[in-house]
């Protein structure tokens, strides 16, 4: 079975920036889309950013031009970097992978343990 496990979170000001990273625990044979949610405390988890197997992104509106998504294919990891952080983008941050951990695999979804981000003076 493959964990997602995310790093890089923390407490930081606003106006700050913080980087978030998620590698998986083993080699999957293939990722279509890797993704970014979070959820604030009382909220739904929401969509971040994502980015499909073809590099293409999306971003949510309220990061658009703040929040930058990467992938390492080779690496099977995904970053979110994360600029003039705001005290509403405080919440618990996952990864999400939607992938096939071996090629006789059916897709699924794949989640990490969540970081928690804080944007707070």
């Known amino acids: 079975q493959v964990q997602l496990v995310e790093s890089g979170g923390g407490l930081v000001q606003p106006g700050g920036s913080l980087r978030l990273s998620c590698a998986a625990s083993?080699?999957?044979?293939?990722?279509?889309?890797m993704g970014w949610y979070r959820q604030a405390p009382g909220k739904e988890r929401e969509l971040v950013a994502a980015?499909?197997?073809?590099?293409?992104?999306a971003y949510a509106d309220s990061v658009q031009g703040r929040f930058t998504i990467a992938r390492d294919n080779a690496k099977n990891m995904v970053y979110l970097q994360m600029d003039s952080l705001k005290p509403e983008d405080t919440a618990v941050y996952y990864c999400?992978?939607?992938?096939?951990?071996?090629?006789?695999?059916?897709?699924?979804?794949?989640w990490g343990q969540g970081t928690q981000v804080t944007v707070s003076p």
């Open positions: 999400n992978f939607k992938a096939k951990f071996r090629s006789w695999s059916e897709e699924n979804d794949y």
């Open positions: 083993a080699r999957i044979f293939s990722i279509n889309a």
């Open positions: 980015t499909s197997r073809d590099g293409s992104t």
